[in-house]
């Protein structure tokens, strides 16, 4: 059976976008992709939740909020560890945080409070080790 160079780019494309339970943390989104729903919610694009909007990272990644629309929105980090909270912003916009440190960030938007949630769950980076690699 013969298969066409364009079906191998695609399949090849597939498997390492990062994208899907074969990408980094699983999920069906880019990692740390979380979007402002259609409602008052935080979508988690990545781990498929909503409000809270769950998304586990390894150490290092950037997880990036993104809202279209005319409504104020923010994400403000809330309890212990916690990150850099953003401005409020009213129609389209996005902010983005490198996590470097794991551990469980809580956020939520501080106009819509417990309305709005989320958490991220970052975990340590791993490592191989060249004897392992071989």
Request: aromatic residues 6%; charged residues 5%.
């Amino acid at each position: 059976m013969r298969v066409s160079p364009a079906v191998i780019i695609t399949i090849l494309t597939a498997c390492t976008s990062g994208y899907g339970p074969s990408g980094p943390g699983g999920g069906g989104g880019p990692v740390g992709s979380v979007t402002v729903g259609p409602s008052t919610a935080f979508v988690s694009r990545h781990n498929g939740s909503i409000n809270p909007a769950v998304d586990t990272i390894v150490a290092g990644a950037t997880v990036t909020w993104t809202w279209t629309g005319n409504d104020a929105h923010s994400v403000r980090s809330i309890g212990a560890p916690s990150f850099t909270s953003s401005n409020t912003k009213t129609g389209s916009g996005s902010y983005a945080v490198r996590f470097d440190v794991p551990g469980t960030y809580q956020y939520d938007c501080i106009v819509h409070g417990q309305a709005m949630t989320g958490r991220v769950v970052v975990t340590a980076a791993t490592t191989q080790s060249p004897a392992s690699s071989q």
